[in-house]
């Protein structure tokens, strides 16, 4: 009798332990002298925000943001002679491919300044706190009005003289004509277009074939695409500036960067 009720006890006691509960651990083998191993327990916390592929609709990679725009900067090449290389370029490197504050809340994807604008408005920090720039329905007419705003002031006529697959010529002159005042700009707008091969778009609609360039050349801008296993630490310790620096040149709100993302180191 007593010794059941010891057994009685023992499967108790087992029962109750193997019902606990568990937390998720990683095991490791750490050998010890002899035949024996021993099991070593640890819990890893990171801090680190690695990048991670996009799910939001406007969180687009350099590639998707290529797939979805192409067609729109090629049309408006047609109607205006701005090379769809050009167009693009700017696109990804004012929108940040897409993922920009000002292109999230106001589909913006040029940082154009409402100037005359009569329709909605956002406030978004630039070169001043609180600067007003234009707001609209859909990307598509933001587009549009980027052709529009080129085509129609005057500062920017000389460029319409140039051949119209030239995009270095339009890239050097965009600064020239006050465009940004980046010293860099057309050095970033050219590094793009050859990393990416957005020169293919301008030679389509113009019936041409399309140009080859050196790699080394596409290493030429000042522009990081993001990898898998990238974080800003890493990035900014990689060109010698700083987490806060990467954030505010690529209006970035939080650490979370996506794979394929383009960011403005300088």
């Known amino acids: 009798m007593r010794f059941s009720r010891i057994l009685s006890?023992?499967?108790?006691?087992?029962?109750?332990?193997s019902c606990g509960s568990r937390k998720k651990v990683v095991?490791?083998?750490?050998?010890?002298?002899?035949?024996?191993?021993k099991e070593e327990r640890m819990v890893i916390y990171s801090d680190e925000k690695e990048a991670e592929p996009s799910r939001s609709p406007y969180n687009y990679t350099v590639e998707s943001y290529i797939a979805e725009f192409a067609p729109i900067a090629q049309e408006e090449m047609k109607l205006y002679r701005i090379p769809a290389s050009i167009t693009l370029a700017q696109g990804i490197l004012e929108s940040g491919a897409g993922r920009g504050d000002l292109t999230r809340r106001a589909n913006n994807h040029f940082g154009i300044k409402c100037h005359d604008w009569e329709g909605e408005r956002v406030y978004h920090d630039d070169d001043r706190r609180g600067e007003c720039f234009r707001k609209y329905k859909e990307a598509k007419y933001?587009?549009?009005?980027?052709?529009l705003f080129l085509a129609n002031r005057g500062r920017y006529s000389d460029l319409f003289n140039l051949?119209?697959?030239d995009y270095k010529g339009w890239a050097k002159g965009l600064r020239k004509a006050g465009y940004a005042t980046d010293r860099r700009y057309p050095d970033k707008l050219i590094g793009l277009i050859e990393r990416y091969e957005l020169y293919r778009y301008d030679a389509e609609i113009?019936?041409?074939?399309?140009?080859?360039?050196?790699?080394?050349s596409r290493e030429s801008s000042d522009n990081y695409v993001v990898r898998k296993g990238d974080t800003l630490y890493s990035i900014a310790k990689r060109y010698n500036t700083?987490?806060?620096?990467?954030?505010?040149?690529?209006?970035?709100?939080?650490?979370?960067?996506?794979?394929?993302?383009?960011?403005n180191i300088k």
């Open 142 to 147: 933001s587009y549009r009005d980027h052709s």
């Open 242 to 263: 700083t987490v806060e620096e990467l954030k505010r040149n690529n209006d970035l709100v939080g650490n979370t960067i996506s794979i394929g993302q383009v960011l």
């Open 163 to 165: 051949d119209p697959d």
């Open 9 to 17: 006890l023992f499967l108790i006691s087992l029962f109750v332990v």
């Open 206 to 216: 113009l019936g041409k074939s399309t140009p080859v360039y050196t790699s080394a």
């Open 27 to 37: 095991t490791t083998k750490k050998e010890e002298s002899g035949t024996e191993s």
